[in-house]
């Protein structure tokens, strides 16, 4: 399948502190989802992005949709403890029935109050 | 709303049993339903995908007979696991969809379910 690497693996940060990750991919994607993973819970999604170049923010997150198609960023702000868990990426084609995401690696993000 | 929930939400049982799995979309027609894996530490895997009253399309090397699913109405798929045994052992979410299969359709994801086989 498709592997979607993201960076870094793992992050230990303190509370108040800015948050950056990435995710890139050989191939092109349509539409970028980020996810956040709770432990023994199923992912939630936090942004959808459906456009090269789109920026999009929910609070105070921020993703972006590279313009090769092949990567994308997500940013939090002024990082609380809630954000802690598992930060996935996901990539979609998005042609008619081909709704599959595949998911990338993971940012396990920990933070220090 | 879209709100999807998995039962049970967690499992044990003995190799060689079989486990059905439900997930089922509470507010919302799922036109389409989709199973993940997630072994430790790792990222979801999708195992198949399902729309209702169709057969599912299984991922290469996601063996059919095995892990058994069933579409049968719009806010209901099941995944069962065939004479389970301990490499079987996961967590599994569902996800469901209710788009046409556009760019823009959203997968709402169930709570998991935690297998341990023993």
């Known amino acids: 399948g498709q592997q979607l690497n993201q960076s870094p693996q793992s992050m230990f940060i303190q509370e108040g502190e800015d948050v950056s990750m990435n995710c890139t991919s050989s191939?092109?994607?349509?539409?970028w989802l980020w996810y956040k993973q709770e432990p023994g819970e199923g992912p939630v999604l936090l942004i959808a992005l459906y456009k090269a170049g789109e920026l999009t923010s929910n609070g105070r997150l921020t993703a972006q949709f590279g313009i090769t198609r092949k990567d994308s960023f997500l940013n939090i702000s002024a990082s609380i403890p809630s954000d802690v868990g598992i930060y996935f990426c996901?990539?979609?084609?998005?042609?008619?029935?081909?709704?599959?995401?595949?998911f990338g690696t993971g940012t396990r993000l920990t933070v220090i109050p | 709303g879209a709100v999807v929930s998995q039962h049970p939400s967690r499992v044990i049982c003995k190799s060689g049993t079989s486990v059905k799995i439900e997930c089922r979309s509470l507010d919302f027609q799922a036109t389409t339903m989709f199973w993940y894996r997630q072994f430790p530490k790792q990222s979801l895997m999708l195992m198949a995908t399902?729309?209702?009253?169709?057969?599912?399309?299984?991922e290469q090397g996601v063996e059919k007979d095995k892990f058994l699913i069933n579409h049968a109405s719009l806010t209901l798929s099941t995944l069962t696991v065939t004479s389970a045994h301990p490499e079987d052992s996961s967590f599994y979410i569902c996800s469901a969809s209710f788009g046409a299969g556009s760019s823009t359709d959203t997968q709402y994801f169930g709570p998991g379910t935690r297998l341990t086989v023993l």
């Open positions: 996901a990539g979609r084609r998005g042609q008619t029935g081909a709704n599959n995401l595949f």
């Open positions: 191939s092109i994607f349509n539409t």
């Open positions: 399902s729309n209702e009253g169709s057969k599912a399309t299984y």
